[in-house]
C-alpha cells in the first residue's frame, strides 16, 4: 500500500509514525520546525488514517509491510524512527522484526505490554455520530460533547473529519480499524531482541509507562533508556513540545 507522507529538510533519513486516530499532521510543526534542521523527515499517514488508502487489514504485520515500502519508495536502506502510541507499538515490531531498516528508536509513551481496551467509548461515539448529518463542526462538537466530554479529545477526533459536499464523513475507517483493534493494544512479542539504541520517553501524568515496565521492555531491547517529561499525560509531544524536542534531538544526534 502506497502511503500518504511529508517530508522536510535534508540529511539523515527520520520516519515518525502517528497513534491511534492521529495522521501525519500531528507532527507538521515539529517535523518542519525541529527535526527537520538536521535530519531528512518523513511523517506518514498509516493505512485507514488520514490521507493513505483504506483496506479491510489492520495488524502490525501489515502496517509494517507499509512502513518498508514506503521506506523502499523514499531510497531509505534504514531510517531513526519516532512512534507514538499506536505508532510506537508499530516501530517496536518493526525494530524486532526487521532490525536492518531501523537505526535508533524513540518510542513515545507506550510499551510492548498488553493494554485494557481503553476506546470503546471513542469508537462508539464516532460510530454512532454520522457526520454527514451535520453542517457546522460546532453541531458534531455538540453531539461528542454528550460521550467524550474532554475538549481536547473532541478536537483531536474531529481532525478526522473531512467535507463531504456540504456536509461531512469520517476520513479514517472506523470498522477496519476497531475491527484490528485487539491485536492494536496486544503485546509487542518475539524471540529476538533488537540491539539498537532505543529511547522510551514518557508523561509523568500518564499510566501508559511507567518506569518499574523497564524490565519488561528490556528483555526486547537491551539497550533501552527512559526519559520522563513531567507534568504532561500522553499527548506529551503535544503538551511539551519544545521537552519533547530537546529530549529526543540530543539522543538521536548521538548516532550521527
Known sequence: MQLFRQSYG???????IHGLFGASGNWVTLARNVYAKHFRTVTLDLRNHGR???????????MSQDVLMLMEEEGMEHAH???????????MHLALEHPEAVDRLVVADIGPQDY?????????????????????REEIDLVLSRDIPASAVRQFLMKNLQRNGDAFAWGINLPAIRQGYGEIIGPI??????????????GGNSDYLV???????????????????????HWLHAEAPKEFAELTLDFLLQGR
Open 81 to 91: 524512527i519516532i512512534g507514538h502510541s499506536m505508532g510506537g507499538k508499530l516501530a
Open 10 to 16: 535534508e540529511g539523515p533519513p527520520l520516519l515518525i
Open 211 to 233: 518506569e518499574s515496565d523497564m524490565t519488561r521492555i528490556r528483555a526486547l531491547f537491551p539497550f533501552a533508556d527512559m526519559a520522563t517529561i513531567e507534568g504532561v499525560g
Open 116 to 136: 485494557p481496551a481503553r476506546h470503546g467509548t471513542l469508537f462508539d461515539a464516532m460510530e454512532a455520530l454520522h457526520p454527514e448529518h451535520y453542517s457546522s
Open 52 to 62: 493513505s488508502p483504506h483496506a479491510p487489514e489492520f495488524s502490525y504485520d501489515v
Open 189 to 202: 512479542e518475539s524471540w529476538e531482541t533488537f540491539d539498537g539504541e532505543t529511547l522510551f520517553v514518557r
